[in-house]
């Protein structure tokens, strides 16, 4: 739960000795507060040839009303910033002799235009003259179109390689700095403000090095909703809210106006628990339920129908597979994976989980990567990746979509029992050289449960810091 | 180009520190080599329900013509063992204080008939019994239906699942044990011999963690090839043929009987050359050509065609953004990347690349994962994947396949040069705890490259040791 080395070489003495020794700093991330504004800074704007996705990036900016420069390579920003009635200039390159550097909370790249290799280099010449001048903790946002998707070989080529660029973008910036990419449908342009929203705000502070596709859905926008309670008059079952990630997510999704109702998911024979969850803050009184079944479960919750569904309940039990009993291979697949199934099941069958909800699975970097003793939690984590590709295509149909957020290295009583070594290991194996907290978890839950999100679905998101870790 | 570390445990003396001192030692890895029988030891079956894939198994064993022994969960496999005049037995699970300890050199679990997750427990129990009687340097394969092929979302989300399960495996197995994962889609029975035979060989010693798809091609099997000289009468070029990995990959090209024919990339708007390779051991005659463009190169070589196309060349040229010159941007993007499509191009419109001909790219961990210092490389190696996955679909008319290797730490010339912390942690950070050679991407190579591998297309495969670094 405490980072220990993170708050030491972010005390003044800590940062001396840190200096002196040679020791990495991990920067104190960025994170979304409440009581503070949620946007600030200047977000500098880059394009390569032919970019299609300036006008809906103005919106947004225009939107949350942050300043922006355009880089050289963008020439049509101005007018269009103009146009929009934005807060604009020209991007100065720094220089380093000069002294004071220009900062800028976020470089914004459209690339969406590219269609062949050698305009990669537009890219180049962009972060080149810019990345030193981004903060601690910004973003690097590059815009492009699902290569899947394009034309020619040469585009999808072109357009795979931003994958390549903005990892190491992610890898090379530091300081707290998340960089990642976002592949927009063709007629998806009314379908990005959430998503970008998301990924310029602090809420996405552990969120580096994914690439998440955003579709041109049949809904493009729930029409009425408050960008500052998202979620008002929607009701969220979480599972596993007790405590940990799924007690954040119950505390995030009830900040954006949800009525969050927790679940904890019944064992393979057992009783279903529902109570609503324990959010102080917003004041919702603890009930108790027992239906014996997720269809029985369905049935209670039915009166009134669900928006959102959050399965975050899981449980590990390691053991490498020559000493793991078949009850813990049993419990893990049955609680972290075939629990979500029949819970959907019952639901959908229903009609309780409404037509435009959401779903939002937890799965994890194990599942992956593999993990050493979890054959059992990876093979679970690895199903919920599949029910979620499985799932999206048949559930567009109802306009319901269906993500999954895959935590790394994520600070929780859990991770908190880890032997020392491996802690450490786990903690500064990644881009920013610290574990994630719960909220950061929580935050992207919230973003892929946002009626603002609906472009978005059968998407896996790593909430990682960007882990060295993969496949 | 030698791991001092590795050789160093591995000697009598070294084994005794290491085990006093409680450190790793990395196996010795068993590979292939020409003066060795290629397949020995005995091969452990298991099953979970309905397996399909058994058939097709008991073919390949029966043609390599070594010893099986079926798990208790396997019951079919004894009687369809002895309709293929197999050796067989039963599987006699390791009682380890009996002393003795039963060694198998592959563990094979035919998947493919799995549908659900409750089902997943059935690999449980045959890997809990069977792991430890795995032979240093041994295989685990697992047998699946590709995921994105399954009728339900529970036999999709299950089948996925079996990733996490392998790479688990993978990870705690160690001692040189390589784990794999292959999903064969309905109709490709017939066409996993070549692949399973590699899976099972030496040849396959350093590729671990990987899912590989094996479709049903439209020809199914070139109906008169030599499992020894499977390349024979075979006309393949090799680009960047002069050393490293791609002197290893001409010279098992070779081996296989392939005549091989060497090209150096030309620069941008410079020359390229062509030399027959260097292979002293087939005693080819280095032969120096230069046609200026990669059109010219196509009319050179369209006096014979060309069967098999290995695009190896590529260059690094590291340096963080903000630091890296436009140079070497373009050169890294242009010969790794653009270059491979201009002479694709050339190659195919000119009808060089026969129809039914084999295109092997060679991409990068770093284009899967980004790396510090290279967005121009990474962008370059990301884009072969690109051009791997949207080329495949195409190329597929012709009945040729298009596919990827992507090494990982390789002893070469290249990596010798890295500062001795990097280079320590790349060989370690993986479940082989050392660097590969270049043979094992050069074998990798043959195996795409193989007749028999035409059901093979589109894949990137890893040849990493399963290192931990990923996306």
């Known amino acids: 739960m405490n980072d220990s080395y993170l708050n030491f070489v972010n005390s003044p003495l800590g940062a001396r000795v840190a200096r002196s020794l040679g020791l990495p700093k991990p920067e104190v991330l960025r994170r979304y507060k409440a009581d503070a504004p949620e946007f600030d800074g200047i977000v500098a704007v880059g394009a390569g040839p032919a970019p299609q996705l300036l006008d809906a990036l103005a919106d947004v900016i225009a939107h949350i009303g942050i300043t922006s420069v355009a880089h050289p390579g963008a020439g049509l920003w101005v007018p269009l910033a103009n146009r929009h009635g934005l807060m604009t200039g020209r991007f100065e390159a720094t220089d380093p002799a000069a002294g004071v550097q220009a900062r800028v909370w976020a470089l914004v790249f459209d690339a969406s235009g590219i269609d062949n290799s050698?305009?990669?280099?537009?890219?180049?010449?962009?972060?080149?003259?810019?990345?030193?001048?981004?903060?601690?903790?910004?973003?690097?946002?590059?815009?492009?179109?699902?290569?899947?998707?394009?034309?020619?070989?040469?585009?999808?080529?072109?357009?795979?390689?931003?994958?390549?660029?903005?990892?190491?973008?992610?890898?090379?910036?530091?300081?707290?700095?998340?960089?990642?990419?976002?592949?927009?449908?063709?007629?998806?342009?009314?379908?990005?403000?959430?998503?970008?929203?998301?990924?310029?705000?602090?809420?996405?502070?552990?969120?580096?090095?994914?690439?998440?596709?955003?579709?041109?859905?049949?809904?493009?926008?729930?029409?009425?909703?408050?960008?500052?309670?998202?979620?008002?008059?929607?009701?969220?079952?979480?599972?596993?809210?007790?405590?940990?990630?799924?007690?954040?997510?119950?505390?995030?999704?009830?900040?954006?106006?949800?009525?969050?109702?927790?679940?904890?998911?019944?064992?393979?024979?057992?009783?279903?628990?529902?109570?609503?969850?324990?959010?102080?803050?917003?004041?919702?009184?603890?009930?108790?339920?027992?239906?014996?079944?997720?269809?029985?479960?369905?049935?209670?919750?039915?009166?009134?129908?669900?928006?959102?569904?959050?399965?975050?309940?899981?449980?590990?039990?390691?053991?490498?597979?020559?000493?793991?009993?078949?009850?813990?291979?049993?419990?893990?697949?049955?609680?972290?994976?075939?629990?979500?199934?029949?819970?959907?099941?019952?639901?959908?069958?229903?009609?309780?989980?409404?037509?435009?909800?959401?779903?939002?699975?937890?799965?994890?970097?194990?599942?992956?990567?593999?993990?050493?003793?979890?054959?059992?939690?990876a093979a679970s984590k690895a199903g919920v990746i599949g029910r979620v590709q499985s799932m999206a295509p048949l559930l567009a149909r109802r306009r319901i979509t269906i993500n999954a957020v895959a935590p790394g290295f994520i600070e929780t009583q859990m991770t908190a029992k880890m032997p020392l070594a491996l802690r450490e290991a786990g903690r500064r194996m990644n881009s920013m050289s610290q574990g994630g907290q719960p909220a950061d978890v929580a935050q992207t839950v919230a973003w892929l449960a946002h009626p603002g999100s609906s472009g978005v679905t059968g998407q896996i998101v790593r909430v990682c810091g960007q882990s060295l870790i993969g496949a």
């Open 118 to 377: 050698a305009q990669l280099a537009t890219l180049y010449t962009f972060f080149h003259d810019t990345l030193r001048s981004l903060d601690k903790s910004g973003r690097i946002i590059v815009l492009g179109r699902p290569p899947e998707a394009c034309a020619s070989p040469r585009q999808w080529t072109a357009q795979r390689a931003l994958e390549g660029i903005v990892r190491s973008l992610g890898k090379e910036a530091r300081r707290g700095i998340a960089a990642n990419l976002l592949y927009a449908a063709h007629g998806a342009e009314s379908n990005l403000e959430a998503t970008l929203r998301f990924f310029l705000s602090p809420r996405s502070a552990y969120v580096s090095g994914q690439a998440v596709r955003i579709g041109a859905a049949a809904n493009a926008l729930v029409a009425d909703f408050d960008w500052t309670q998202p979620l008002a008059g929607q009701r969220a079952v979480v599972t596993g809210a007790a405590r940990g990630i799924g007690a954040a997510i119950a505390n995030v999704l009830a900040a954006q106006g949800a009525h969050v109702i927790g679940v904890d998911i019944p064992p393979p024979h057992g009783r279903a628990r529902r109570h609503d969850a324990p959010d102080r803050r917003h004041g919702a009184r603890a009930r108790h339920r027992a239906p014996e079944t997720p269809a029985q479960l369905a049935t209670a919750l039915d009166e009134l129908g669900v928006d959102v569904l959050v399965h975050n309940a899981g449980i590990t039990k390691d053991k490498t597979i020559a000493k793991m009993s078949e009850a813990a291979w049993r419990d893990v697949i049955d609680i972290n994976l075939s629990a979500q199934e029949r819970i959907d099941d019952a639901l959908l069958e229903a009609g309780t989980l409404r037509d435009g909800g959401r779903i939002v699975a937890v799965s994890s970097i194990s599942g992956i990567a593999g993990n050493l003793g979890q054959t059992n939690y």
